[in-house]
């Protein structure tokens, strides 16, 4: 219950930020943090223009998809406070319960008949099949290093006992920081920013969504940034009290967002051909973290 | 051989029509072809059609840039008839003849690819319509074709793009244009003051109005016998060296736009500013409509305007090394330019494109230095050169230009301090001549060609913009690239779609 209401309302200002770090760094004042937000409730105030080339698909998927993200939100703890669903072995039903989502997506991309999303589907799908393997050498690893195995026991048995497990944790942060940047299709893979159809990944999947629909594709680009940007923190939380915790949770988030701001800012978008190498990057980064983790326990000789 | 027959002249030298020697058809494609071919100093700059009483009356004309010479030749034949093409001998020539194809309907027998151009209002046959252009088609189950436009994801001008991929791996592109057809060159005909066609030379290519303008007024003033003044030729060097340096900017931040560099869209957008700025202090108008008039000067550079370009320029140029050398040492963004979109020397003497587009795979074609114009030969100038011809050549070559721009202009300042404003003198077209105007436009060789009657008035207005060779060029270099590096391709090219469309 905690960790959704914290989610919720971070998931309120995290694109604001993002926003605000890069009109701040290109010299420019920037909008407000809540405006991303208005912008959403002003699409939820209007109607959804439907296609007629499209089935019902492309009419449930923006739901479906939001839906999934509240489902897999429901799952994550705050440190010793378990999430609203918990069992053992969550974390894999978290992985496919954000895939389903997505899977609905890239189908109701097909669903258009428009060849620009069809591109943008093909794209999507191949990069999220690549972090999948990121993500669960990563929780898999964590599993093996806590002896638990659900998303609560993992983290709030995670104690960093040498130096080495605070390298895993900070590794850990990076997977999971570029596994939300992928998720999102933000840079480096991808430019929200762009007008450009032809290298869109998750943009162009959405052309065709309008009004409603788009609102609630675009606020779940944000609840799923809030939702990523909670799992790091649980890395650090572990069995913090609540006065301490709470604060540590909000200034993880806000140091995830300028990151991701400030990523933004500096660097140009990878070609489209290098995005597959770096993504499997974080596997082997996952990896290392696998190593370390049999170091620390000792499994080696 | 054949025997040397054509007329040499020089750039904005106005010649008796009947100097031009008419040939049979069958020579004057053989001359043509063998002018061209072998030899890079030389290509076609123009090649129309014309009605002459019930026949059509071809000229062409070949640049020489070595020796400073253009030859132009003609030909006399039947409308609607069967002809062997000189496309098919050498490829420069592939559009001039598919207009000629569209506008006379003159039906070359062995042209590889005789399709539309723009569906110009006046075309031969009123049948053919846009909407059934006949696309390059891959009749195959592997590969898939997008379709982009003809509305502008960017809502720029229309055009249509047609890909044909191998998923990700672009093998064809084919580029429709012709959305933007307004009939300029019959407008020239048709309104005869002189401030109607300068206004309608402005508003050819709404990025390239110096150099359109300049153009214009340079064939005017010499078909009208007129000598304009030292002060008139280096306020038009100063107004195209300054219009290059603004569209050059403005193109650097497009480009990081299309990366998704943001540092270098907001800098390079903002140091655009100042220099579009200083033309509305000068000019009364950002894009310089207004600035450019035959015989005259209406807003004269005063000492003034002088100090306060020069105080532009000292806070420009920090902050254009600054950004330039961030961007040009940034890997994410070298990765994006470096072998994108290579066109190689072969192919673009093969299609015979001009400006940035022959430069940066090593094809030295500069107007500036080649056939100068505007008093071009009193400043030495260097073309910048690059031999790669991908993505990163054409935004060095901008990057260096910038520069050498402003080295001219300071260069010119130093030479005038103040231009007179000229007397307005009376200007009558002289009868029965044929000129040939050429300007070095930023994006590369603008070509004017004006014929007039026995009245002196005027009978051909021949508009060719750099775009016109060079779009085939943007269709050559995206081939074996991603889709996804077309927009980043196409905006290092940044042709014109008015400028072709007329």
Known sequence: MVSLLLILVVSLFFSGIIIRTKSILSGRKGPGIFQPMLDILRLWRKGSVVSKTTSFIFQIAPTAYFSSVIMAVLMIPHGTYPGIISFEGDFIMFAYILAFGKFLMIISALDTGSSFEGMGASREALFSMLVEPAFFILLGSFALFTGQNSFHDIFSTLHYGSQISYLLGGLASFVLVMIAMIENSRMPLDDPKTHLELTMIHEVMILDNSGFDLGVIMYTTNLKFAMYGALISNFFIGMLPFEISVPLFFAIQIGFATAVGIIESFMARFRMGHNPQFVFILTSVSLLIFFGVLLVLGKFA | MTTVNYKSVTNNQATALKDIPVLEYSKFADMNVELI???????????????????????????????????????????????????????????????????????????????????????????????????????????????????????????????????????????????????????????????????????????????????????????????????????????????????HTGDLAAVCADIAYQLGNSVYGRLRTPIVNFMQEWGGNRLSKGLIRAGKLNFPFTAGHSKRLLEIFDSFEPDFIEITQKLFNLPSALSRMEKTGVVTYDEVLEIGTVGMAARMSGLSRDIRLSHPHNLYNSIKHKPVIKRHGDVYSRVQIRREEVRQSISHIKGVLQNVQEIRQPLNVEMNPQSRKFILSLVEGWRGEICHCAITNEEGNLLVYKIKDPSHHNWMALAQSVRNNDISDFPICNKSFNLSYCGHDL
Request: proline content about 3%; aromatic content about 10%.
């Open chain 2, 37 to 247: 071919n072998g030899n890079p100093a030389r290509h076609c700059v123009n090649y129309f059609g014309y009605h002459l009483s019930d026949k059509i009356s071809l000229i062409c004309c070949i640049a020489d840039d070595d020796l400073h010479q253009i030859f132009v030749s003609s030909a006399l034949v039947e409308e609607n008839t069967e002809l062997e093409s000189l496309t098919f001998r050498n490829h420069n020539f592939e559009k001039f003849e598919r207009e000629i194809h569209e506008n006379f309907g003159i039906r070359y027998s062995d042209h590889p690819w005789l399709k539309p151009v723009r569906y110009a209002h006046n075309r031969f046959d009123k049948k053919q319509r846009i909407e059934g252009y006949p696309f390059y088609e891959a009749d195959s189950e592997e590969l898939h074709e997008v379709g982009v436009g003809p509305i502008h994801a960017g809502v720029i001008e229309p055009g249509h793009f047609r890909f044909i991929c191998n998923g990700e791996q672009i093998l064809h592109l084919e580029i429709q244009l012709g959305y933007q057809h307004r009939g300029i060159e019959q407008l020239f005909l048709q309104k005869t003051q002189l401030l109607e066609r300068s206004t309608l030379a402005e508003n050819i290519a709404g990025d390239t109005v110096v150099g359109h303008t300049t153009a214009f007024v340079n064939l005017w003033e010499s078909l009208c016998g007129h000598t304009p003044d030292d002060g008139l030729h280096y306020s038009r060097i100063l107004a195209l060296e300054l219009e290059r340096i603004a569209i």
